[in-house]
């Protein structure tokens, strides 16, 4: 049995679509399934292809070009110069690392754990798949002793927001 996306707005099932950025094997691995790779494809224009189409017209580039191998094959291939730009915000998000749990009382237990060491540097925000989560989670972090007044939780029901 395989994980399917279905459409936000018809419902419809999509059979060749999958999630990126692990979700779809976070939930292939929640609803024990076999894990899938992560799909690399994509449906644009190769950077080969790219610029043997619009060497002549390119004078800048903004986004990333892959690995080090790629820019250095792509500036020998075709006379280009690379450079890093910084962004120019500093990046507020981290995301930190997966780790599993089988027992779902130990998995509570490393949630609280871990929100506690990184909230002591900056809030954290915990996202649940149901509200019955977010109240074991909530009571998990009371039994670690976080003080409740120092929690907010939100629900959201299609567009309102209840906190």
Not at 30 to 53: C, D, G, P, T
Not at 133 to 143: G, K, S, V
């Amino acid at each position: 049995k395989n994980i399917i996306v279905l459409d936000n707005d018809t419902g419809a099932e999509q059979y060749s679509t999958r999630w990126s950025h692990g979700l779809a094997q976070f939930l292939e691995l929640k609803y024990r399934r076999k894990l899938s790779v992560e799909s690399l494809k994509a449906v644009f224009i190769s950077n080969k292809a790219f610029f043997q189409r619009y060497q002549h017209c390119l004078y800048g580039l903004t986004g990333t070009l892959g690995s080090e191998n790629s820019q250095s094959f792509l500036s020998d291939l075709y006379q280009l110069q690379f450079s890093h730009i910084p962004t120019s915000k500093v990046k507020y998000f981290h995301q930190i690392d997966n780790k599993i749990s089988i027992e779902y009382a130990d998995w509570l237990d490393l949630i609280a754990r871990e929100t506690i060491e990184k909230a002591i540097k900056q809030p954290v925000l915990i996202i649940c798949e149901n509200v019955e989560t977010t109240e074991n989670i909530w009571d998990e972090l009371l039994r670690h002793s976080v003080p409740h007044h120092t929690i907010t939780k939100y629900r959201r029901d299609g567009d309102n927001v209840e906190e």
